[in-house]
């Protein structure tokens, strides 16, 4: 079976599904209102679906290209970010109008947990490596919450700047990379103490981050700059190895959210305002291509179904 894009389009409340080599939609999926971000599970069966302004998660099966279940709950309040805990066959989901994140269980659905942050505008959400810690940004907060997994208890929260939006943990390195969109760059802290021990600067209003396969490079559209910021995690200054934005790429009108194929050669870049993805050759550096979706694209990811 063909790979294929998933892409929400967050104002016609559907998912296109695309063929990432012709760029044709093979066909969409309807979702409860305001889908915002897509998350899969690791054997690629599944795909879950936060819509924000419909308070529920939808869940994608990834053969029949159909909602095959819906978790909602009372508490739910434009519920965005989301991870699959793998080894604990969990799901966890931020709801950002009340702060709150819920876990639940992938094979029942069922609620097996609601912890507040107690910040503001709780919003995006990654797991480190071991998936022993979750690392939640708070928009309005300005603060960075770490979760203890297993406990499911905040074990701190770190101030890290004015309006934080993207989290990813670099996988070689289990360092914590924080975008601010309002400062406009970007902060990496370590795992053990959470102190910021490096800052480079992106262009306006970055968004998410997401690191290639093998996490030498990470990519963060710039929503205002249409543009995307590349960031080389070893790039090598004055003898020191250390993350860099290193060159930025031109893409659409409000460039959201990054997803890069399975070796790393291509990625795909949804922007907001042009209603299209852009296609980036990661070798040249350059977008070579744009994808037609629906209206407000924003959550995407990548299915592949090569053997390999």
């Not at 967050?10 to 695309?18: A, E, I, K, Q």
């Not at 209102?33 to 936060?50: N, Q």
């Not at 604990?88 to 659905?109: G, L, Y």
């Not at 299209?276 to 179904?305: C, F, K, W």
Request: glycine content about 6%.
């Amino acid at each position: 079976m063909d790979d294929r894009l998933l892409v929400l389009n967050r104002d016609d409340d559907c998912v296109s599904v695309v063929d990432p080599e012709s760029g044709e939609t093979v066909t969409e999926i309807e979702t409860d209102f305001g889908p915002w971000t897509i998350e899969t599970s690791p054997d690629g069966a599944k795909s879950y679906v936060t819509c924000s302004q419909g308070d529920a998660l939808n869940i994608i099966d990834n053969e029949s290209y159909s909602v095959t279940a819906q978790v909602e709950h009372d508490l739910f309040d434009g519920p965005r970010g989301i991870a699959v805990r793998e080894q604990s066959t969990e799901i966890w989901v931020v709801s950002r109008n009340n702060s709150r994140v819920f876990v639940f269980d992938i094979e029942t659905d069922e609620l097996l947990d609601v912890i507040p942050t107690h910040q503001s505008q709780s919003n995006s959400l990654s797991l480190s490596g071991d998936e022993s810690l979750a690392y939640v940004t708070n928009s309005s907060g300005n603060t960075l919450t770490i979760i203890d997994c297993e406990e499911r208890r905040i074990s701190v929260d770190v101030p890290v700047g004015d309006g934080p939006e993207g989290v990813a943990v670099n996988p070689n390195t289990e360092n914590v990379y924080v975008t601010i969109q309002n400062e406009s760059r970007l902060t990496v802290h370590d795992p053990e103490h959470h102190e910021i021990i490096y800052k480079t600067g992106l262009g306006d209003a970055p968004m998410g981050i997401v690191f290639s396969p093998d996490a030498s490079v990470a990519l963060v559209p710039n929503r205002m700059s249409n543009d995307v910021s590349v960031i080389e995690t070893r790039f090598h200054r004055n003898g020191t190895g250390r993350p860099w934005e290193v060159e930025r790429i031109p893409v659409g009108i409000w460039p959201s959210e990054v997803v890069f194929n399975t070796d790393g050669s291509m990625a795909y870049i949804t922007n907001n305002k042009t209603n299209d993805v852009s296609v980036i050759d990661m070798n040249a550096r350059q977008e070579v291509d744009r994808i037609d979706v629906r209206t407000h694209p924003d959550g995407i990811t990548y299915l592949s179904r090569g053997s390999d």
